[in-house]
């Protein structure tokens, strides 16, 4: 293996250890729904914190993912070669 075949899998491992700890970190659909059931009050900034922490987390997500999918065409070509 080439040190550049080496320096792309490392990125790639790193890049699919971050999508799978930033999609644990995401607060689930229906997590919501249990406070509106159970009748927990939110406050509204509570609320706007959370969904600016979500969307943060969402924006990582596809961000992250996508070098994960450009990596693996990267090295499926170095493969190639």
């Known amino acids: ?13 790193l890049s699919g250890l971050a999508v799978t700890a930033i999609v644990l970190m995401q607060s689930g659909k229906s997590a919501g729904l249990s406070g509106a059931i159970s009748g927990g009050a939110e406050t509204f900034m509570s609320k706007g914190k959370a969904k600016t922490w979500d969307a943060k987390l969402a924006k990582a997500t596809k961000w992250f993912a996508l070098a994960f999918v450009i990596l693996t065409l990267v090295l499926n070509l170095l493969k190639n070669f």
């Open 1 to 13: 293996m080439s040190a550049v075949t080496i320096i792309f899998t490392v990125l790639q491992v």
